[in-house]
């Protein structure tokens, strides 16, 4: 949401070469071989209907996709043409069991009630769910709920996102354009440029809230706002919704403003009848240069690649030497999960503490029980299985000739291919090639 707190952490990113795809919000060219297979996230329009609430009318409908539309094409420009978000071409109308004045005296103007809704409506879940939900609440009162946006899950490319503005604002605030632009932002997984150095009331950015960028209707700004090299960088790690834009050659990171990180990004949502993300990732197997399991649980997948030393003991997880070549991290769910597959990322700087061999173990009673091994073949892997459930599982490493095991991030895969409790950040893309390979 606009008024939300960002988890802030630094990112140093080797970007390379993608294919083009077209930013007609229609059609898509196939992905780059070196692309994942995963769902594109798409932008929905939808209506949310309250209880005892009215329809929304043709000329809204209309509004809503024109205003989209044009949002689409700024992004084009933006993005110099290489990509631009793909756009649903039919409104959805959620009728919703809630009321109004639900909503007002709810937490966070009842927004993730009305996502939860949405989910149960659509039969999916927070990481299935492959939609940037652009949630207009028909209310013809007031500018209520206030316009907001963010991922669902937080981070960047982690799936779904929304962005929340009323019928009031739709029909009635000269700047809703430039709003919407700066909701998608939030949307899509971007901060606020204040996070970058930016006085928020004078910032060139799209993400500052500069009177300068405010639209007229559907009129544009004449000093529109833009995108930093630093958020362009993050779109680009968002390959749901920017898969033209992974692995960009042309997007660098500028010198960290000082004081500041290089990459921001906002915390998961809490979403009623939703699973938490509160995976607790633990070890036995020593901690070595200050690095932390924990700080595996949620953070992001850097690249093994140098040039130069890429360990990172503030994402990643240096084991202690072991006496007989085995390290282990034990992870417990908040509730029981199904997998059908792990992402192995391990070593770093494409030189050193590489894991030979992986095993997968989940609590069986009081023993835990093997579901998937193998040797692993290259830094970046798929652990692949059958399908599995559990609470508690136990992943073990067999080191190389140094003993000790460098973990880089941790990825899971569902039983319908979702990600489940993805990692905030990637800076590769997700594990796709089985590790026997």
Known sequence: MRRAAVSVAALVCALGAAGARGADGTSADTAPAEQPPLTRVTV????????????????????????????????????????????????????????????????????????????????????????????????????????????????????????????????????????????????????????????????????????????????????????????????????????????????ALPAAVPGRADIAWLPPMAIPDQPSVALAVTTRSGEEYESAAFRLAHGRVRSSAGPGVTFDAGTMWQSSRSADGWVALDLAFPAPVTLTGVGIHTGHSGLYHQAQEVRLEVLDGASYRVVAAGPIGEADCLLEMAAATGRTWRLSYRAGPSGMVTVRGLEFRGAAGEDIFPPMVREVAPARRPCGE
């Open 44 to 251: 929905l329009p939808v209506f949310a209907v309250p209880a005892g609430g009215r329809e929304p009318t043709a000329g809204e409908r209309s509004l809503l996709l024109a205003h989209l539309r044009l949002a689409q094409a700024r992004y084009a420009v933006l993005l110099g043409h290489r990509d631009s978000f793909l756009l649903e071409p039919v409104p959805l109308v959620h009728h919703s069991p809630r009321t109004l004045a639900f909503l007002r005296a709810a937490p966070e103007s009842g927004v993730p009630v009305l996502v939860a809704e949405l989910l149960a409506v659509q039969g999916v879940s927070r990481y299935s769910a492959r939609h940037v939900y652009v949630i207009v609440v028909i209310n013809d009162s007031d500018d209520f709920p206030v316009g907001g946006g963010r991922p669902l899950n937080g981070g960047l490319g982690t799936g779904a996102g929304l962005v929340v503005l009323s019928s009031f604002a739709l029909a009635r605030s000269p700047n809703v354009q430039s709003t919407l632009q700066h909701e998608l932002g939030h949307g899509f997984g971007l901060v606020h440029s204040d996070n970058y150095g930016e006085e928020m009331a004078t910032g060139r950015s799209l993400m500052s809230y500069n009177p300068a960028h405010h639209t007229s209707g559907l009129a544009p700004s004449a000093t529109p706002g833009v995108l930093l090299p630093v958020e362009l960088a993050a779109l680009a790690l968002n390959r749901r919704v920017f898969p033209a834009l992974a692995g960009e050659a042309t997007v």
